[in-house]
């Protein structure tokens, strides 16, 4: 009788975990999915998708410029925290020649870059800041570094990771959410994106990228290329 008291009992503490974890991943499924949804009154001719990671990406207008949103969990290992990257890509053909990427703190494999693919890794010019990556299509021109300096304090947010300047366009990456450092140290618990990501938020980093695009057509860098 005992045996069999305890059989139910553990039987019956399986299936409330099953549903405990069950209704957990539901939760963490909507929050990740809505995680951009304060973001889309703010734009015109929103559109909205879902990354395979439950995150979703946003298109649409702002600014007077196209924007691409995405938000990109990085939960390698090695890293001390679990961090969700949000990219702001303004999609607006620019006269660069080629493809630039400027990184803080390279860790030397970053799921929402291509940094690595690039062949050309300038050392780093006089005044950029000693712990980044700077690597490029080609040599990169005096025009070209000359305009990455300009806005060097970009990177006086912490939270500024990458600049991306192509021929298609610009792009800011931003560490949007980081893992609290207590569940994760003691129970690898790394759940991101809990909260909306706040209008207020992008509303600086697209003004960057605005000030980018316009100090890139002001100099007409593919004639100074």
């Known amino acids: 009788m005992a045996l069999g008291l305890l059989v139910l009992a553990l039987g019956g503490g399986l299936v409330w975990l099953a549903l405990r974890l069950r209704a957990a991943a539901a939760v963490r499924a909507t929050a990740r ?10 734009l015109e001719d929103a559109r909205r998708g879902r990354a395979p990671t439950g995150f979703p990406r946003v298109a649409g207008r702002m600014g007077g410029i196209a924007l691409d949103l995405q938000a990109v969990p990085d939960s390698l290992t090695f890293r001390k925290l679990p ?10 053909p620019l006269p660069i020649p080629q493809r630039i990427h400027l990184m803080i703190r390279p860790r030397g494999v970053e799921p929402f870059s291509n940094i690595a693919q690039l062949p050309v890794q300038t050392t780093l010019p006089p005044g950029f800041p000693a712990d980044a990556m700077l690597k490029s299509e080609a040599p990169l ?3 070209e570094a ?19 300047l ?24 790394a759940e991101l994106g809990r909260d909306p990501l706040a209008p207020d938020a992008l509303v600086p980093l697209v003004a960057r990228l ?11 860098m593919r004639k100074c290329a």
């Open 146 to 164: 000359a305009l990455l300096r300009r806005h060097l304090d970009l990177f006086d947010d912490p939270r500024v990771k990458e600049l991306v």
């Open 141 to 143: 021109s005096g025009a």
């Open 210 to 220: 605005r000030a980018i695009r316009s100090d890139v057509l002001r100099e007409g």
């Open 33 to 42: 999915a809505g995680y951009l949804d304060a973001i889309l009154p703010e």
């Open 83 to 92: 961090a969700l990257w949000l990219l702001v890509t303004a999609l607006e």
């Open 166 to 189: 192509a021929p298609e366009g610009l792009r800011i990456v931003w560490l949007a959410d980081e893992a609290e450092r207590g569940r994760y140290l003691l129970f690898r618990e």
